[in-house]
């Protein structure tokens, strides 16, 4: 027979002591503590998230502005070189991304700071709407670059 509530054959002894499973079995965690990280278990989560929302975004914007260019824009103007500059910047910080959460939440702060500022520069009207569209999910994904990097110096 096995004893399903304490995880262990019916009859069998905790040998080793209090708090180490018998038998050489993992220690089980409660519901609570399986579902909520542990301290430094987070730093993976926060990095994916930010490396496919980083991914999505910048993949999106560079769509945009493409759609754009073969749409017929005027491809010599200021604004749309200084966009294709913001969107090859925020790109590269998307990729650093993948390989260091320091240089990714650098570069992708940094970047969405900018393409907010000239979102605010270049539009006529709803400056502060131009502003969180453009370069808001940007800094979010620098913020959650900066968060796994910060939880995983802490675990070690």
């Known amino acids: 027979m096995y004893d399903f509530i304490k995880g262990r054959p019916a009859g069998a002894r905790d040998a080793a002591g209090p708090g180490v499973a018998p038998y050489g079995e993992p220690q089980r965690r409660c519901l609570v503590s399986m579902v909520m990280p542990q301290d430094g278990e987070m730093a993976p989560i926060l990095r994916l998230v930010a490396r496919i929302l980083g991914s999505v975004f910048a993949g999106f914007w560079l769509l945009f502005g493409l759609g754009g260019a073969l749409l017929?824009?005027?491809l010599w103007t200021g604004k749309t070189w200084g966009l294709a500059l913001?969107?090859?910047?925020?790109?590269a910080g998307a990729i650093a991304g993948w390989w260091s959460d320091l240089a990714g939440g650098i570069v992708m702060t940094a970047g969405g700071l900018a393409f907010a500022l000239f979102a605010y520069v270049t539009t006529d009207f709803q400056q502060a709407t131009a502003m969180v569209i453009?370069?808001?999910?940007?800094?979010?994904?620098?913020?959650?670059?900066?968060?796994?990097?910060?939880?995983?110096s802490q675990a070690g």
């Open 72 to 74: 017929g824009a005027d």
């Open 86 to 91: 913001l969107l090859a910047v925020l790109l």
């Open 134 to 152: 453009a370069g808001g999910p940007f800094v979010l994904v620098g913020v959650l670059f900066w968060w796994a990097w910060g939880q995983a």
